[in-house]
């Protein structure tokens, strides 16, 4: 049977995400038997911390298997306002919350309320692929603000206002960054409220990783300045600051009245997150003890990882937060694709090249670090060898 008739130009415009689709190529070569590195797909390589495994599973056990409130438990929304109040300095109440299977899905459901046909989001490159595609999806325009290289992946604030146009709804942000590890100062804050406030718009903050930030950093949520929480959509993920990517949980703060918006589309789709999941959120939020272990040992990997690209004479922004390293391959002469599949076969190493994060990225590749310190040593020890080849 021909299918291509049946298929809608919007699933046909749908690109698979770049890294999950690597990620099945590197599965390939594991059930050939070979013993790939993985440094591609961001994913704690920690177990998620026992007593919310623990609260999930009395969840179960008592019962806890039926449907929702579309905009999540009570009990859970309670402990995000909590929150979001203490930590976040964003002042919300319970219309503000929705909780939804993941911040992915709390991306979608952003767009999806807030855009029409031919509506400009500006998207920063480089940056995670999922942005552009879900805007896509919904009938919108990512445009591209730079991101340079030159300067350390920081916004290039001019750039950024020149692509403002009259079909610009929102700008999307996200810090900390995936791919390139860059939080944002606060002055930096301040100037993407001033535009935001400037010409009417709305902002989205991607705030997935936001407990994962180094140095002793503090993250800072935009929504927190004077006057943006009445135009930021931050979103939250429990998937990377709990160990939790499996468990499809993340929440969105908004207006009201979008967030009603928001509340309809999860009702007529997922009708609401998993029930225990969202218990088991709650206990997540008592974990703090197990947040800082796990912070504090991906900041000795980060020192370690950014240590040996030194002694390979490879140049890497550090990173203030997430756990990505986003390393300048420039020198060795080859494009960022050639490069990663060049480590897969010499090393068994895989990595993410740079281009697929937007032309910004080309002459980078990403590799996380939520390796053992064991592994990531022996990935240093590979790098040294296959890269005298190189020059
Ligand atoms: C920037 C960013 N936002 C959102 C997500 C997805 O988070 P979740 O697992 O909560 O859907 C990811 C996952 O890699 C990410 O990198």
Known sequence: MEYKHFISKRAEALKPSSTINLADTVRDMQARGLEVIRMETGEPDFATPKPIVQSAIKAL????????????????????????????????????IIVTPGAKQGLFYAFAVILNEGDEVLIPNPSWGSFKSIVGLVGGSPVEYLCPSNKDFRIDFDDLEQKISHKTKAILVNYPNNP?????????LKRLSQIATKYN???????????LV??????????????MAERTISVFSF??????????????????ELVAKMVILQQQTAT???????RAGVTAFKCESDVARMVKEYQERRDLMLEGLKQCGIPCVKPRGSFYLFPNIQRFK???????????????????PGSTFGSEGEGHVRMHFALSKEILRKVIGKLKIALKELG
């Open 61 to 96: 056990e008592s019962g806890m298997t039926k449907y929702t409130m579309s905009s999540g438990i009570p009990e859970l929304k309670s402990a995000i306002i909590k929150k979001v109040w203490t930590k976040n300095s964003i002042p919300a109440r319970a219309k503000n």
């Open 180 to 188: 390139t590890g860059q939080t944002l100062s606060l002055s930096e």
């Open 334 to 352: 080859l494009d960022s694709f050639q490069f990663a599949k060049f480590l897969l076969e010499k090393t068994l190493i895989s990595v993410v």
């Open 239 to 256: 998937s990377k600051s709990f160990a939790m990517t499996g468990w499809r949980l993340g929440y969105v703060v908004a207006p009201e």
């Open 214 to 227: 180094y140095d002793n950093i503090t993250h800072v949520s935009l929504a927190s300045l004077p006057g």
């Open 201 to 211: 718009l709305l902002v989205i903050s991607d705030e997935s990783y936001e407990e």
């Open 272 to 278: 609401c997150p998993v029930s225990f999941v969202q």
